[in-house]
C-alpha cells in the first residue's frame, strides 16, 4: 500500500487548508485511516480516523471541532478539512493506514499505538 499526501502550503491564522490522502495498491486491504502530525518540540500526534464502512470518524481534542476527516471510498482518498487554523497547527501532517482494526481497540487507542502500518511521506502546514 502506498499513501501520497497533498494539500499543504502556507496559510494566514483563521484560515482552511484541505488535506488529501491518495491510496494505492492493495488498498482494497484497508480497513482504517488516519492522519498524524507532527509540530515542532512535541511528539506525533494522532489528530482523525475513518474506517471503512463506518459513518463514524474520530477526531482528537486539539482539532475537533475544526477539523473534519472524509473519506472517499470509491477513490480510496482521505480528506482532512482544515478550518479556523492556528499557528499551533504547524506541522508535518502524515496519513497512515491499517489493514485490520481490532474489534477491541477504540480509534483513540489505536492512534497512540503502533498499530498503523502504512504511513505517507507527509506534507507541510504552516500557519502564521
Known amino acids: 500500500v502506498q499513501l501520497v499526501e497533498s494539500g499543504g502550503g502556507s496559510v494566514q491564522a483563521g484560515g482552511s487548508l484541505r488535506l488529501s490522502c491518495s491510496a494505492s495498491g492493495y488498498e482494497y486491504s484497508i480497513q482504517c485511516m488516519a492522519w498524524y502530525r507532527q509540530v515542532s518540540g512535541k511528539e506525533r500526534e494522532g489528530i482523525a480516523a475513518s474506517a471503512i464502512g463506518l459513518a463514524y470518524r474520530y477526531l482528537g481534542d486539539s482539532v475537533r471541532g475544526r477539523f473534519d476527516v472524509i473519506r472517499d471510498s470509491a477513490s480510496n482518498t482521505l480528506y482532512l478539512q482544515m478550518n479556523s487554523l492556528l499557528p499551533e497547527d504547524t506541522g508535518m501532517y502524515y496519513c497512515?493506514?491499517?489493514?485490520?482494526?481490532?474489534?477491541?481497540?477504540?480509534?483513540?487507542?489505536?492512534?497512540?499505538?503502533?498499530?498503523?502500518?502504512?504511513w505517507g511521506q507527509g506534507t507541510q502546514v504552516t500557519v502564521s
Open positions: 497512515a493506514a491499517v489493514g485490520v482494526f481490532p474489534l477491541d481497540m477504540s480509534f483513540s487507542e489505536a492512534l497512540g499505538s503502533p498499530l498503523y502500518s502504512y
